[in-house]
């Protein structure tokens, strides 16, 4: 079995007496996408600064690829790429030099068809020629995405990579992780935009002051922690709530309105929905929604219901 | 070692200064030669020779040191701080580098912007005083020894300072006093005491000293002074330069 793309163990980092990362471990497999989550100072930049090369630990292991950056801080990171959180430019070069020099930092001779394809890809042919300084912030976040891919690395962390952008460059960035994922590369990604992780995510980690709270599959973690919400409008005021609704039913006090919450160990809403029928209820109005993953975030942030990872 | 690595580092580093040339070469070219003009030819038809050299030729080296240490040092010093400042420096902490490539990278862009302006003020020279070559070798190595020494200071300063006040303090109060009283307009035994001891214990003395040796044939301390002091500072200079940048001093959190 191959080694772990990424293999975090028990790793702190501290500022004088603040604890940026406290204990963090981690295992992240190939060709996987994964969603750092948490507020802001949860710790997700400094976890990605100390892989990346850019926070000495202050102890714990990371390795790259199976080796130990202890033993071996350089050669792990000719496959990594990085898009940092705050955009930066070399103003005294172009589009294309920039990723002529990035091929360069990571050994890699100029090779005019990747830069060609990557421009493309971020819809960057267009401002190729043009200097760094002269480009718009929302062409200089794709130059950074440009430039943390030419080389084609297998494990990218993208840190807020749609920070500020528009809709249409975090369409196609969305689009292109997915075609990196079909070709094995591993991507670690923070958001702030929670259905960014919904919609890319394998798996979920959630960190708060430094420590992760929870690591797990996307979608298990939504059916386990998620919920329904139903509610029912009435034309005729329900009396009571039904029996066996009593958990999870709330009815208003004038009787014309119901709400449920459907969790894992209750009814399902649609059975609800069949009590109500059968029970003669003058159902006016329905609607319902599913709980998504930033109210499992604000769950597991303030305590609610999360599982150690 | 990444080869391509360091290559492309070093050859950004010589595009970068060679894209605003005015600022970086022509610049410093033009000021160095007004001293040369103003000390030189204005001044220097009253002076008595010094050292056994007429004063123009004499003040030749000095200059072409003035130009050279100044250059290597602020290429160095103002690029690798304008990438703290505008944040490209995360390109190079992420990239596969390691301390001997961003050294030998930066420092060789240096060099060459030195060894321009410094070759360039001696072209300038030559209008008015004529080839005067006495000892190539060692003008060689005096040329190429400061040129790194100087380059290697300026990476170290550039690691250290968080502002653009501390990054003009080495050049404004050390290096441009440290220059002007290390014998470039004169020469240290004609100092009376105690200021001709205390030249002494400067290190830029050697160095001038050193590269008139190679120019113009004559000088009053014995060149391998001057050599084995430029060595000295070469070694301990990248020994603490590849320590700051192994440890990511004030560049890694």
């Known amino acids: 079995m191959s080694a772990p793309v990424l293999d975090v163990e028990r790793l702190v980092k501290r500022y004088r007496d603040l604890v940026a990362l406290d204990g963090v471990s981690l295992t992240i497999g190939t060709g996987e996408i994964f969603a750092l989550l ?6 997700k930049t400094t976890l990605i600064g100390a892989v990346c090369g850019l926070v000495r630990k202050t102890s714990g292991t990371v390795r790259l690829f199976g080796t130990d950056l202890d033993v071996d801080p350089i050669g792990p990171r000719f496959q990594v790429g990085l898009v ?3 955009v930066n430019f070399d103003p005294f070069f172009t589009v294309r030099e920039s990723l002529r020099i990035q091929l360069g930092y990571y050994g890699r001779p100029p090779d005019e068809a990747r830069i060609a394809e990557i421009l493309e890809a971020l819809d960057l042919t267009a401002k190729a020629d043009v200097q760094t300084r002269a480009l718009s912030g929302g062409m200089r976040r794709r130059l950074l995405i440009a430039k943390a891919l030419v080389h084609r690395p297998r494990l990218v962390f993208l840190d807020e990579p749609t920070a500020g952008v528009d809709v249409e460059l975090r369409r196609d960035l969305w689009a292109y992780v997915r075609r990196l994922r079909q070709e094995g590369t591993t991507v670690v990604l923070t958001t702030h935009y929670l259905e960014e992780a919904e919609e890319l995510a394998d798996r979920v980690g959630i960190i708060n002051e430094g420590r992760l709270l929870l690591v797990e599959d996307t979608q298990a973690l939504l059916a386990r922690m998620g919920e329904r919400r139903l509610r029912v409008s009435f034309g005729e005021p329900l009396p009571r709530l039904p029996e066996g609704l009593t958990e999870g039913g709330t009815l208003a006090e004038d009787g014309r309105s119901l709400i449920y919450i459907e969790r894992a160990g209750r009814p399902r809403a649609s059975e609800v929905l069949g009590r109500l ?3 003669g209820a003058d159902i006016q109005d329905v609607e319902t929604r599913a709980s998504r993953l930033e109210d499992v975030l604000l769950d597991v942030l303030h305590g609610r219901s999360g599982a150690p990872s | 070692m990444n080869w391509l690595g360091f ?9 970068r200064f060679l894209r605003v040339p005015g600022q970086t070469v022509l610049s410093p ?5 007004l001293y040369f003009v103003v000390f030189g030819v204005s001044l220097g038809g009253r002076m008595e020779q010094v050292t056994g050299q007429p004063y123009l030729p004499f003040i030749v080296p000095g200059l072409i040191f003035l130009g050279l240490a100044n250059n290597a040092f602020l290429n160095s010093s103002s690029s690798l701080f304008i990438m703290k400042i505008q944040g490209t420096v995360v390109d190079l902490l992420v990239a596969p580098l390691g301390p001997g490539e961003i050294l030998l990278g930066f420092v060789g862009g240096a060099m060459v912007r030195g060894l321009i302006v410094g070759l360039l003020t001696w072209a300038v020279a030559l209008l008015f005083t004529g080839l005067q070559l006495a000892h190539p070798g060692a003008t060689f190595a005096f040329l190429v020894g400061t040129s790194y020494v100087f380059s290697v200071l300026g990476l170290i300063a550039a690691m250290w300072a968080e502002k653009f006040e501390q990054i003009n303090f080495f050049p404004t109060f050390v290096m441009f006093p440290l220059t002007f009283l290390g014998g470039v307009f004169y020469s240290v035994h004609q100092l ?3 200021w001709h001891t205390v030249s002494l214990f400067n ?5 001038v000293e050193g590269l008139r040796y190679g120019m113009l044939g004559s000088s009053i301390f014995r060149p391998l002074l001057g050599g084995a002091l430029l060595a000295a500072l070469a070694a301990a200079a990248t020994s603490v330069n590849y320590a700051l940048l192994a440890r990511g001093y004030k560049l890694k959190q």
């Open chain 1, 38 to 43: 948490g507020p802001n100072g949860a710790g």
């Open chain 1, 84 to 86: 940092p959180q705050e």
């Open chain 1, 277 to 279: 029928y059968a029970g």
């Open chain 2, 7 to 15: 290559r492309t580092l070093l050859v950004k580093e010589i595009r």
């Open chain 2, 29 to 33: 070219l033009i000021s160095t030669s």
């Open chain 2, 192 to 194: 009376p005491e105690p």
């Open chain 2, 203 to 207: 290190p830029m003395v050697y160095m």
